[in-house]
């Protein structure tokens, strides 16, 4: 019995929910925003609907961690720290060291450090987020949670690229997913919805946040999904590319007149995507307000991206009962959900219009004869990684 506090720390930002264990219920939740700017803000909300927060500069994610506690006491939230027996962390990259979460150690920390690698964007900053609150909390009990963790289960002929086969074994160089912990908490809850067993349902997944995934769900595994190596492939993102010709890398670093690959990576992490194509923003609401061609044609690139991979993925399936939106733009934009459903509709797949217009509620959004379900399902990382941190610690 404690309270456990749920970590999501992100290259800029570090999102929080404190749980009371293990009744699940939410004591606090927030969000210390630009991290490393000169303009940061930290929100909370708490008790019955009270909101508290701050606007001040965040150096790192050890100052963003420090405010944070000191608030949580300072709102009386919490009496102090010791009533946190628990943090679970979530870490992108896991590579092929971690097929569960685990307890972490020094040893298991040097592996996280050593994956930066793997997931550039997040590992360093989920390790960040590790060593402060251990400095902060030494007696709680500390988990790492894994976005790779769920697709272990692809088979070797998905998680293999087409490349010489001694990269694998040697380096490592395969593919491993993200958001996995978000794949597995919709897919469970698709289930529920469905009145199903998981472990028949062939589903498609999509999580649309900042960075955007899909899976493909047999029987309750991951056998497949369009992140790679690292967070960056797959389907357009906020400012990520997605899927390129590698040859461009080489190609584009010659005329850029670059010298170091890591910043030609950069590019394709920060630069690209949503924010690349438009030149105006990485936020899908400002794009779908804006009459300008390129603004319109990020989303279209967007939609076109993601309805190719839902495609793939029912015919490597054979088929589908559901598809299931979820993360920022899953949740909240009617268009693309539409847009992105309707297009099977070849198949017997349609979206309700009226069931349709709906945000962050967890819903049926098909028409009754659809051929397959259509689903919203709001993600929640954040307790899936308390009810692991619960589970480890027994
Ligand atoms: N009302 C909305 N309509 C369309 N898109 C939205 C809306 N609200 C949020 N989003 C999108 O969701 C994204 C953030 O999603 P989120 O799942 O929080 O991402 P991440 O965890 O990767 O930061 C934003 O970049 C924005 O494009
Ligand atoms: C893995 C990944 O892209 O995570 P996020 O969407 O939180 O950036
Ligand atoms: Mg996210």
């Given at each position: 019995m404690g309270k456990t506090i749920a970590v999501n720390a992100g290259s800029s930002s570090l999102k929080f929910q404190l749980f009371d264990m293990p009744s699940e219920r939410v004591i606090a939740k927030g969000l210390v925003d630009r991290i490393g700017l000169a303009e940061g803000s930290f929100t909370i909300s708490y008790g019955d609907g009270q909101h508290f927060k701050l606007e001040q500069p965040f150096k790192d994610h050890t100052v963003a961690i420090n405010v944070l506690?000191?608030?949580?006491?300072?709102?009386?939230?919490?009496?102090?720290?010791?009533?946190?027996?628990?943090?679970?962390?979530?870490?992108?990259?896991?590579?092929?060291?971690?097929?569960?979460?685990?307890?972490?150690?020094?040893?298991?920390?040097?592996?996280?450090?050593?994956?930066?690698e793997y997931a550039p964007l997040h590992n360093p900053a989920n390790a960040t987020g590790i060593r402060a609150f251990r400095k902060v909390l030494p007696n709680a009990k500390a988990v790492a949670v894994f976005d790779t963790s769920f697709h272990t289960t692809m088979p070797e002929e998905n998680y293999l690229y087409s490349i010489p086969y001694?990269?694998?074994?040697?380096?490592?160089a395969r593919r491993y997913g993200a958001h996995g912990t978000s794949h597995r908490y919709v897919s469970a809850k698709a289930a529920d919805i469905l009145g199903k067993p998981l472990s028949e349902l062939k589903l498609v997944t999509l999580h649309l946040g900042a960075g955007a995934s899909i899976a493909a769900v047999k029987n309750g595994e991951s056998i497949d999904t369009s992140m790679g190596f690292t967070p960056l492939a797959g389907i357009t993102m906020a400012t990520r590319s997605g899927d390129i010709d590698p040859s461009l890398v080489t190609f584009l670093q010659q005329k850029l007149g670059i010298t170091n690959p890591e910043a030609m990576i950069d590019i394709l992490n920060k630069k690209s995507g949503l924010q690349g194509i438009s030149g105006i923003s990485s936020d899908m609401r400002d794009l779908e307000n804006n009459e300008d061609h390129r603004a319109q044609l990020a989303i279209d690139i967007f939609v076109n991206r993601i309805i190719k991979y839902v495609g793939s993925y029912i015919a490597e399936m054979g088929g589908v009962d559901a598809l299931v939106f979820t993360a920022g733009i899953g949740e909240n934009d009617v268009n693309v959900r539409s847009r992105v459903a309707n297009a099977f509709n070849y198949m017997g797949i349609k979206v309700d219009a009226d069931k349709n217009n709906v945000r962050d509620k967890e819903t049926v959004i098909s028409t009754d004869d659809s051929t397959a379900k259509v689903l919203l399902v709001p993600t929640d990382e954040e307790l899936m990684i308390a009810r692991d941190v619960e589970r480890l610690a027994k």
């Open positions: 506690l000191k608030e949580l006491t300072g709102l009386k939230i919490i009496e102090s720290f010791d009533e946190i027996t628990g943090v679970g962390h979530r870490v992108v990259a896991g590579g092929e060291y971690f097929k569960d979460s685990v307890v972490i150690d020094d040893d298991v920390l040097a592996k996280i450090d050593e994956l930066a001694e990269y694998y074994e040697k380096f490592g």
